[in-house]
Nanobody, 123 residues
Framework: QVQLVESGGGLVQAGGSLRLSCEAS????????MGWFRQAPGKEREFVAA????????DYADSVKGRFTISRDNAKNTVYLQMNSLKPEDTAVYFC????????????????WGQGTQVTVSS
């Protein structure tokens, strides 16, 4: 059974930083493209960032460019999301997801999802 487990969420003041981690139980993790999405209360789930299986290509939502960085460690089956200069509007549940296809922002192209981790940014 495939599991994606996010960690690292929490409460932080505006301007602060957090690093999210997502560990996957996928045996072929290195063949999967990984993405981060978020969902705020009353809103639809939205794309945040994605990284290709090889790690040599990334994509970001305009709202997080220059503030967030996605990375991966295939030896540890883990993808990270470093979040700097956090804003109250970044408050959401953050989900990681895995896809065999490289269509970063397409939610429906992801095969596996984690349960999410809460990020709350206070003003």
């Amino acid at each position: 059974q495939v599991q994606l487990v996010e960690s690292g969420g929490g409460l932080v003041q505006a301007g602060g930083s957090l690093r999210l981690s997502c560990e996957a139980s996928l045996r072929t993790f290195s063949r999967y493209n990984m993405g981060w999405f978020r969902q705020a209360p009353g809103k639809e789930r939205e794309f945040v960032a994605a990284i290709k299986w090889s790690g040599d290509s990334t994509d970001y939502a305009d709202s997080v460019k220059g503030r967030f960085t996605i990375s991966r460690d295939n030896a540890k089956n883990t993808v990270y999301l470093q979040m700097n200069s956090l804003k109250p509007e970044d408050t959401a549940v953050y989900f990681c997801a895995a896809s065999r296809q490289w269509v970063p922002a397409s939610i429906n192209r992801y095969d596996y999802w984690g349960q999410g981790t809460q990020v709350t940014v206070s003003s």
